[in-house]
């Protein structure tokens, strides 16, 4: 499987649908905002494409991400935060998420500001 620089994979034993779900779950007990939540399958069958399952999440919560947006306005093309959860050809379900040190390596923000950024604990609780 392809590792882009930046970017944390991670596998999980639940359906693509059933991840998903149990995101926005998490996220929303949290008091994040899901702006959208884009079914890349059926976009794509749109299209005449066929891939399995793939669901791309888009979050935030202005609260946290105001204050880095505040301090440098170019990182909005990486805020609101997003998560990518898809099957692969292997049949195993996969989750994507850009790494905290690559937000901080691309923008050089504050340790602070960077801290709020980082998904891993999120990622950690939804695997378990």
């Known amino acids: 499987m392809l590792h ?21 779950e ?9 702006y959208n939540v884009l079914d890349q399958q059926k976009e794509l069958a749109g299209a005449g494409v066929s891939i ?12 946290t991400g105001g204050p880095v947006i ?3 306005k170019v990182i909005a093309l990486d805020l609101p935060l997003k998560i ?21 390596d691309r923008y050089g923000i504050s340790h602070e500001l960077n801290e709020k950024l980082d998904l891993e604990q999120l990622i950690s609780r939804l695997l378990k």
């Open 70 to 72: 505040k301090d440098m």
């Open 26 to 34: 998490l996220l929303e007990k949290n008091g994040t905002t899901i």
């Open 4 to 24: 882009p620089k930046g970017v944390n994979i991670k596998v999980s034993s639940q359906s693509v649908e059933k991840l998903t779900k149990n995101l926005i």
């Open 84 to 104: 990518l959860i898809w099957e692969g050809d292997d049949q195993k379900v996969n989750i994507a998420y850009n790494d905290k040190n690559y937000l901080n």
């Open 52 to 63: 399995l399952p793939m669901r791309f999440i888009l979050f935030g919560n202005p609260l």
